[in-house]
């Protein structure tokens, strides 16, 4: 969560920092487009956790984790 936090305050202030340096009108909304194709490009590739396997039980295995009863039937 920092790291997003980082790089969306980072990405704004070089944007207002390049609006500021170029004050015509047409520089605001082409440094807001790039903002946000860079936010979406950044978090696409934010790693996400692997998927959880689930052990299996073979044939002839006894489970000693407790099973999980559904309270929908009762």
């Known amino acids: 969560m920092i790291r997003v936090v980082a790089w ?8 207002c920092g390049i609006c500021h340096l170029f004050p015509e009108p047409f520089v605001e ?11 979406y490009l950044v978090s696409g590739r ?7 396997q689930v052990p299996t039980r073979t044939e002839g295995q006894e ?12």
Request: glycine share 8%; no cysteine; net charge positive.
């Open 63 to 74: 489970s000693t984790a407790p099973v999980a009863r559904s309270t929908a039937a009762r």
């Open 46 to 52: 934010a790693p996400s956790s692997p998927p959880t």
């Open 8 to 15: 969306t305050v980072g990405l704004f202030a070089v944007g």
């Open 29 to 39: 909304p082409l440094v807001l487009l790039a903002l946000g194709a860079t936010l």
